[in-house]
């Protein structure tokens, strides 16, 4: 029965907070608010900017090394039995460094 009351009570506060940010939030509806937002670019024009590739591999690059940093810290505070997958993963992240080199995906200039 308390369970079911604390849960109640937590779906009415939530709610309450809902409405509340709904009714007292400032609602612009001009051109620039309602329009899809293109990277920084402004979408309002004739003339479209084109995005770079280049930006988008850059941040593949850092999203699949930041998740790899996460598999790390799994591995780190394991037992003694995990360090073959260690050097897998280590020698994985090695060759996938080296495969970006070679291809030239590492150079910052445009």
């Known amino acids: 029965?308390?369970?079911?009351?604390?849960?109640l009570f937590t779906l009415v506060l939530l709610l309450a907070f809902y409405v509340i940010n709904f009714?007292?939030?400032?609602?612009?509806?001009?051109?620039?608010k309602i329009s899809a937002f293109e990277c920084g670019f402004a979408?309002?024009?004739?003339?479209?900017n084109s995005f770079s590739i280049h930006f988008f591999i850059m941040?593949?690059?850092?999203?699949?090394?930041?998740?790899e940093i996460v598999m790390f810290l799994g591995i780190l505070v394991s037992d003694l039995s995990s360090?073959?997958?260690?050097?897998?993963?280590?020698?994985?992240?090695?060759?996938?460094?080296?495969m970006e080199?070679?291809?030239?995906?590492?150079?910052?200039?445009i």
């Open 43 to 48: 979408s309002v024009g004739k003339i479209q």
């Open 23 to 32: 009714v007292l939030s400032i609602k612009d509806m001009g051109k620039n």
């Open 101 to 109: 080199w070679w291809y030239g995906k590492l150079v910052w200039v």
């Open 83 to 98: 360090y073959v997958s260690f050097l897998l993963m280590i020698f994985f992240i090695l060759g996938g460094f080296y």
């Open 59 to 67: 941040m593949l690059m850092f999203v699949i090394f930041d998740l």
């Open 1 to 7: 029965l308390v369970l079911i009351m604390v849960l």
